[in-house]
């Protein structure tokens, strides 16, 4: 009993609430009103359009990465160094936590 008289209350106050709403449209002189004034023609506008899409590029700006740089080294030489390193024990190898020291 106590569930369907909470449903009716609810339902009542739902259907109370909802009439002091309502969509209007605004009032051209209120300050919500959209106001677009141009002295553009519509060719104009669209050839900028039309040269911003030819001209954009997907980069953003400052989002260039640094060239890679070309060593005289081969790459297998200084992995085999690297190997020797790390059996002689002059580098780490696994993860670092932080705490070894």
Same mark, same amino acid.
């Given at each position: 009993?106590?569930?369907?008289? *909470?449903? $009716?209350?609810? *339902?009542?106050?739902?259907?109370? !609430?909802?009439?002091? =709403?309502?969509?209007?449209?605004?009032?051209?002189? @209120? +300050?919500?009103?959209?106001?677009?004034? @141009?002295? #553009?023609?519509?060719? %104009?506008?669209? *050839?900028?359009?039309?040269?911003?899409?030819?001209?954009?590029? +997907?980069? /953003?700006? &400052?989002?260039?990465? *640094?060239?890679? $740089? +070309?060593?005289? =080294? /081969?790459?297998?030489? =200084?992995?085999? %160094?690297?190997? +020797? !390193?790390?059996?002689? &024990?002059?580098? #780490?190898?696994? %993860?670092?936590? &932080?705490?070894? &020291?």
């Amino acid at each position: 009993m106590n569930k369907s008289y *909470a449903f $009716v209350a609810l *339902a009542t106050f739902a259907a109370i !609430a909802s009439t002091g =709403v309502r969509a209007e449209t605004p009032d051209l002189s @209120s +300050q919500f009103a959209l106001h677009s004034d @141009s002295s #553009r023609s519509r060719a %104009e506008v669209l *050839a900028e359009a039309v040269t911003k899409v030819k001209t954009h590029s +997907q980069e /953003p700006a &400052g989002s260039r990465v *640094a060239a890679t $740089v +070309q060593s005289a =080294v /081969p790459s297998a030489i =200084v992995r085999g %160094e690297a190997a +020797q !390193a790390l059996r002689l &024990g002059k580098i #780490r190898s696994g %993860e670092l936590t &932080g705490l070894e &020291g």
